[in-house]
């Protein structure tokens, strides 16, 4: 199983950036997919999730309105995960990871309040965006 995320840099404030997961290894069709963001210093903080099984989204308050989850899959390409980010704050800067699950975890991120590698089946390498 691999995640493999691309895509981020160095943008300006009010820049947009668009970070891809490419997923392999695994039923893709029915899973949540994840993104989990850690800015320097700070805790993990669940930016968007979406259901690849019927298009369910869920986005953190902080980005709602700028950043828009969304999926492509196929029998010839690979299945991949983007995050497209708009109007890009400094507060948006943070190392950007994919994570996969089979199930919805939004209820146990809220119970715990913390974001560990080991709840999600699958987690990527990360990403980093640095808006400044």
């Known amino acids: 199983v691999q995640l493999v995320e691309s895509g981020g840099g160095l943008v300006r404030p009010g820049g947009s950036l668009r970070l891809s997961c490419a997923t392999s290894?695994?039923?893709?069709?029915?899973?949540?997919m994840y993104w989990v963001r850690q800015a320097p210093g700070k805790g993990r903080e669940r930016v968007a999730t979406?259901?690849?099984?019927?298009?369910?989204?869920?986005?953190?308050t902080s980005v709602k309105g700028r950043f828009q989850i969304s999926s492509i899959s196929g029998d010839n390409r690979e299945n991949t995960v983007y995050l497209q980010m708009n109007s890009l704050k400094p507060e948006d800067t943070a190392m950007y990871y994919c994570?996969?699950?089979?199930?919805?975890?939004?209820?146990?991120?809220?119970?715990?309040?913390?974001?560990?590698?080991?709840?999600?089946?699958?987690w990527g390498q990360g990403t980093q965006v640095t808006v400044s």
């Open positions: 994570a996969a699950d089979g199930r919805e975890l939004g209820g146990l991120i809220r119970t715990l309040g913390v974001i560990k590698e080991h709840y999600f089946e699958f």
């Open positions: 290894g695994f039923t893709f069709s029915y899973y949540w």
């Open positions: 979406l259901y690849t099984g019927g298009g369910s989204t869920y986005y953190a």
